[in-house]
């Protein structure tokens, strides 16, 4: 399967993603281009040192998302993509994208959903006060951090943190978590069930959510 990824930032869930390939840990999963809207982000310079197809679309220069969206889709579409991954890409999707590739967008957020969806979910769940974080991987739909949940991980907010350590902690379980995730799908044992979706594990492991 034809992994498209999009990113704008440092692009540590990207280099997750591409160390997961070189161990073999993504399964039938293969990167096949990383696009950003940001040139000269992390995540351009880790893709282009992993020897990756790259692409720079810059927000900037379009009308509005929509056409925004439209160049994406072509770049992804050169390369055959067939599942795209959101991983830091700090932008909202429209139909556009969507479309193009019906049920086969996924997103990683750091903070547990439908909780502190938006911008710094790590931040918001920390000022809250809330005794459990964490990250979700889901599918994207026309809302905001608002599709169906594939898998989630919980992190305890420890009596010391700060929202450093937190976001950390969060991190480290994100770059867990995504691998999983995309392997899970393109080895074919994820479905969507209304908006509840089953992971079947290939194998058990030593707690459920890192089962996936
Ligand atoms: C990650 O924490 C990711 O969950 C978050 O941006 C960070 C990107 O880091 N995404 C969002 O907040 C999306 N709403 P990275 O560039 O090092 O992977």
Same mark, same amino acid.
């Given at each position: 399967?034809?992994?498209?990824?999009?990113?704008?930032?440092?692009?540590?869930?990207?280099?997750?993603?591409?160390?997961?390939?070189?161990?073999?840990?993504?399964?039938?999963?293969?990167?096949?281009?990383?696009?950003?809207?940001?040139?000269?982000?992390?995540?351009?310079?880790?893709?282009?040192?992993?020897?990756?197809?790259?692409?720079?679309?810059?927000?900037?220069?379009?009308?509005?998302?929509?056409?925004?969206?439209?160049?994406?889709?072509? #770049?992804?579409?050169? /390369?055959?993509?067939?599942?795209? !991954?959101? &991983?830091?890409?700090?932008?909202? $999707? *429209?139909? +556009?994208?969507?479309?193009?590739?019906?049920?086969?967008?996924?997103?990683?957020?750091?903070?547990?959903?439908?909780?502190?969806?938006?911008?710094?979910?790590?931040?918001?769940?920390?000022?809250?006060?809330?005794?459990?974080?964490?990250?979700?991987?889901?599918?994207?739909?026309?809302?905001?951090?608002?599709?169906?949940?594939?898998?989630?991980?919980?992190?305890?907010?420890?009596?010391?943190?700060?929202?450093?350590?937190?976001?950390?902690?969060?991190? #480290?379980?994100?770059? /867990?978590?995504?691998?999983?995730? !995309?392997? &899970?799908?393109?080895?074919?044992? $994820? *479905?969507? +069930?209304?908006?509840?979706?089953?992971?079947?594990?290939?194998?058990?492991?030593?707690?459920?959510?890192?089962?996936?």
């Amino acid at each position: 399967m034809k992994v498209g990824v999009l990113a704008s930032g440092g692009g540590t869930n990207l280099q997750a993603l591409i160390d997961a390939a070189a161990r073999g840990a993504l399964g039938p999963a293969k990167l096949a281009v990383v696009g950003v809207n940001v040139d000269g982000c992390g995540a351009l310079e880790r893709a282009r040192q992993a020897g990756l197809a790259t692409f720079v679309v810059d927000h900037r220069a379009f009308a509005d998302r929509a056409t925004f969206d439209r160049a994406l889709v072509a #770049e992804l579409r050169v /390369r055959q993509v067939e599942l795209l !991954v959101m &991983a830091g890409f700090m932008r909202l $999707v *429209t139909a +556009e994208l969507l479309d193009a590739f019906p049920g086969r967008v996924i997103n990683i957020h750091p903070a547990l959903l439908p909780a502190f969806p938006g911008v710094d979910g790590q931040s918001q769940a920390f000022e809250y006060g809330v005794k459990i974080a964490g990250c979700t991987v889901h599918f994207v739909d026309r809302g905001r951090d608002s599709g169906p949940v594939i898998a989630q991980t919980a992190v305890c907010v420890l009596e010391n943190d700060d929202e450093d350590r937190l976001r950390q902690r969060i991190l #480290e379980e994100e770059h /867990r978590l995504l691998p999983a995730v !995309v392997r &899970a799908i393109a080895e074919g044992r $994820v *479905t969507l +069930e209304g908006r509840r979706v089953r992971v079947r594990a290939a194998i058990a492991d030593e707690t459920r959510l890192r089962s996936l």
